[in-house]
């Protein structure tokens, strides 16, 4: 089956600003793919140049068979876009943004109507039908932003940042959403910089730096192959770092931390304290953050 995107040598310059360097993915039918990365990788323009709304400046891009630049309309009217910024009509109910939306599509009028209530049932927004936009909470428009892009049935729907500065209850509620629409057979595509949406939704993901593409993967491949299973964290003091060599055992040093990466962190933590004595040791799982930091030498979240 042919890619749903394929991108290759993709690049993006923005007068002196080079977003996008030059990047290759690929995005297979019904995944949820993930674009991971800090504020200013490169996430969004690349949704852009994908979305038909900026034009790319080298390299190849095919969306669902055909080229942006090419046949932006063919390519829009099967997408559907979950924008960054809340863009709803303020003029319009729940239910009125929907069906005028869907006039953009030219959905006759009754059929959008019905399209419209069904949706506001799939986002859990029946209650809220004829209420204003701003009577919604963040998570509520966000959730009637995800309905309006699937006004058109899109066969690819595209989200950035689709839980940006929700509360946690809202976000969850959004992932069960797209997971459901995966289940339906809908293929997504999604950027994040929340580490935890990325490992709970995406089956695959490349993570983005500087305009680059630093490694693509399954959270659970991409965690176990640049770091390990779990990790055993320790105050650094210089009688722990002389305990640790002595031990023989195998460490790095992030700022105030001494990070021990192991397939037992009971095991480590047990031989820690057995010899060392550490003031404080804490194990955890390896994530994604860890995968950034060692990739990028620095974290996620600076
Ligand atoms: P992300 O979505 O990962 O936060 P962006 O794609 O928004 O990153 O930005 C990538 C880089 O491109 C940043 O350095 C940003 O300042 C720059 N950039 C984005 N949009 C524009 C624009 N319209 N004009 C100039 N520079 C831009």
């Known amino acids: 089956m042919p890619p749903v995107i394929e991108a290759r040598e993709l690049k993006k310059i923005y007068g002196s600003t080079l977003a996008v360097d030059g990047i290759q993915f690929s995005v297979r039918k019904g995944e949820i793919f993930g674009f991971l990365g800090p504020n200013g990788a490169g996430k969004t323009t690349t949704m852009k140049m994908i979305t038909c709304v900026s034009p790319r400046t080298s390299g190849t891009l095919q969306v669902l068979g055909r080229d942006p630049d090419r046949d932006p309309a063919a390519i829009k009217a099967r997408l559907g876009i979950v924008p960054q910024e809340t ?6 109910t ?18 959008a109507a019905k399209k419209a209530d069904e949706l506001l049932e799939f986002v859990q927004l029946q209650d809220k039908r004829d209420v204003a936009i701003d009577k919604l909470s963040g998570g509520m428009k966000r959730r009637l932003i995800l309905a309006r892009a699937l006004v058109n049935a899109p066969d690819l729907l595209i989200l950035d940042e689709p839980t940006i500065g929700l509360d946690p209850q809202a976000r969850h509620l959004i992932w069960e ?7 339906q057979g809908n293929t997504v595509v999604l950027t994040t910089h929340y580490l935890d949406e990325a490992a709970r939704l995406c089956d695959r993901l ?33 009688e722990i770092l002389a305990c640790l060599k002595e031990t023989g055992m195998g460490f790095e040093l992030f700022g105030d931390t001494i990070q021990i990466v192991t397939d037992s962190a009971r095991d480590v933590a047990r031989i820690l304290f057995e ?19 060692k990739l990028a030498g620095r974290s996620l979240k600076e």
């Open 87 to 92: 863009n709803l009509d303020p003029d319009f």
């Open 94 to 111: 729940c239910h009125g943004n929907l069906v005028t939306y869907a006039g953009y599509f030219d959905i006759p009028h009754e059929k």
């Open 177 to 183: 959403r797209l997971r459901l629409l995966q289940a």
């Open 206 to 238: 490349v993570i983005m730096d500087n305009g680059r593409i630093l490694v693509e993967g399954s959270p659970a491949d991409l965690v176990k192959q640049y770091v390990g299973d779990e990790i055993v964290e320790v105050e650094k003091s210089i």
């Open 275 to 293: 010899n060392c004595q550490p003031k404080k040791l804490i194990t955890r799982q390896a994530t994604l953050e860890d995968v950034f930091l």
